[in-house]
């Protein structure tokens, strides 16, 4: 994807947003709800037309040749496109000939397919006497029978109890390698868990584009470790504070210890592991060291950071539009510098009555 947005009048869905899949791959595109991920996908799956960029699958424009790429995706909306009164392996015959798979190949694509999902003893029944997270497999196993490279999965765990999410979650991990996957969720444990790389989304706009361990490295400050000590917390914070790859030590008020006890938080520096030191120094001040416990940044805290910085900046720059808007105009001359602007460069002529804005008006 090149510069892909999408207007809906003169309102932006997405904006500017590029990202590249390589095959094989399981990209997991991430965000809040609203921030563009299933405009996004229906763009990708040909559904929707963009208003501006290009995207590619297998090498074919999703715009130009729109045919040739439904061909070659397989595409999970996150409600299932399914005829409940149809059996699982009807609707995956109707879906294989609707999908141009020959009448040769087809009954090897669909047993293949009810083989990759585990629906086998669910061959025969009715869709619509299946549970929810048969459901899904049905609708993964119509997005995978025709074999196509390219997957596209809009919140496929949505509303699955956790016995069913974790069987969902080992059914894409197993696709991965045969197939590239786009899996578009806003649940953070299902792409740390399921994918190899991370795409996050938020108000149109791509914000960050890594893979989960390298986005909780680099974007976050909070790896390091807690202390629970007894004994003068303040002489160790200025003992700790020295080390070599320490880059903040801070005590940090609790009320859920035992008395006498303090909780002391160390951040360290990106790519140093000070643990031993700390630990050693600790115990050689004479403090009695309870507990030592490694922390490190969540990709929850990764997609906070980044979109809560995102929404800081606008509401900045709303408010700073505001203070402007609501600066008080004088109408008094004195206020302006006489060697600057004279009263007879700027003819009272020249400035219509009506574009001067009236108390109490916005401006």
Do not use: W
Request: with cysteine.
């Amino acid at each position: 994807m090149d510069r892909l947005s999408k207007l809906y009048g003169v309102t932006p869905a997405i904006q500017d947003v590029s990202f590249k899949v390589e095959p094989g791959e399981i990209l997991g595109f991430l965000g809040p709800n609203g921030a563009g991920k299933t405009t996004t996908m229906r763009i990708l799956a040909g559904y929707l037309p963009a208003t501006s960029g290009t995207a590619r699958i297998a090498g074919y424009d999703v715009h130009e040749n729109s045919l040739a790429v439904r061909q070659r995706i397989g595409y999970l909306p996150e409600t299932p496109p399914l005829y409940p009164e149809m059996t699982v392996e009807g609707f995956l015959y109707f879906v294989a000939r609707l999908k141009g798979v020959s009448a040769g190949d087809r009954t090897k694509r669909v047993k293949m397919a009810i083989a990759r999902c585990n629906l086998v003893e669910k061959r025969k029944v009715l869709i619509r006497k299946l549970s929810k997270g048969f459901r899904q497999r049905v609708g993964i196993a119509q997005a995978i029978v025709h074999d196509p490279p390219a997957i596209i999965l809009d919140e496929p765990t949505v509303g699955l109890d956790p016995r069913q999410i974790i069987d969902v979650r080992n059914l894409i991990k197993s696709l991965a390698g045969e197939h590239t996957i786009i899996l578009s969720t806003h649940i953070l444990p299902e792409v740390s868990m399921t994918c190899s790389r991370v795409a996050i989304i938020n108000r149109g706009k791509i914000v960050a584009t890594n893979s989960p361990e390298n986005l909780m490295a680099q974007l976050t400050g909070g790896a390091g470790y807690e202390l629970e000590v007894d004994g003068d917390a303040t002489q160790l914070q200025k003992l700790l504070q020295v080390l070599q790859g320490v880059c903040l030590v801070e005590i940090v008020p609790t009320q859920q210890l035992p008395p006498n006890r303090s909780l002391i938080r160390i951040v360290t520096v990106p790519g140093t592991d000070p643990g031993r030191d700390i630990a050693a120094v600790t115990v050689g001040a004479g403090i009695g060291l309870h507990e030592m416990r490694r922390t490190r940044a969540t990709l929850e805290d990764v997609f906070l950071e980044l979109t809560t910085q995102e929404r800081r900046a606008e509401n900045l720059e709303i408010e700073t539009g505001n203070n402007l808007a609501e600066s008080p105009i004088s109408d008094s001359p004195s206020e302006v510098p006489e060697s600057n602007v004279s009263q007879s460069q700027v003819p009272e002529s020249e400035v219509p009555e009506s574009d001067v804005p009236q108390s109490g008006e916005d401006r």
